[in-house]
């Protein structure tokens, strides 16, 4: 089964890309990989593994041990994101002691995984808008499409 892999640089700007690669069965959360894994055209960057979701969309914890599934209870921030009842949209602080129990995969990469972002730590050769130049387009690039289509169906 194919990974989605999202890459973002430090622009804030995100790559998608989805390959089917065995190299990466078997990293865990915060690994760093060499570019050359991924793609022959990212060829001297270093990419580190910052998150994974599973097929049923579990996150990937670095807390769990292993690949399989597990229930953590967590508190306000990664992983869980829940206001409490009773709370506003604009309150300034959600209630303290506020946890709920999630289920989370573990933080090893296994088949089960389908989308693994990836972080840039080192730039190589090349840049990610030379390598992936079909996602560079902006906002108006899909408006002009969608105007292209739209002509074509009349």
């Not at 995100?14 to 865990?28: D, H, M, P, V």
């Not at 690994?31 to 994974?52: C, F, H, R, S």
């Not at 041990?65 to 709370?87: C, D, Q, T, W």
């Not at 090893?108 to 079909?134: A, C, M, R, T, W």
Request: aromatic residues 4%.
């Amino acid at each position: 089964m194919p990974f989605k892999i999202n890459i973002s640089n430090k622009e804030g700007k995100t790559y998608k890309l989805e390959l089917e690669s065995e190299e990466l069965i078997g990293k865990s959360l915060h690994d760093k990989i060499d570019g050359k894994e991924i793609l022959p055209d990212l060829d001297g960057y270093e990419l580190e593994i910052t998150g994974a979701t599973d097929k049923a969309g579990f996150m990937a914890h670095e807390d769990v041990e292993g690949f399989g599934l597990n229930k953590l209870l967590l508190s306000l921030g990664r992983g869980m994101h829940k206001r409490p009842k009773g709370i506003k949209k604009k309150a300034p602080r959600p209630k303290k002691g506020l946890r709920l129990r999630r289920t989370v995969r573990g933080k090893v990469i296994s088949e089960n995984i389908i989308q693994i972002n990836l972080k840039v730590v080192k730039e190589g050769h090349k840049k990610l808008q030379d390598i992936f130049p079909e996602q560079n387009k902006g906002k108006g690039a899909k408006e002009e499409k969608k105007e292209e289509v739209e002509a074509e169906n009349e």
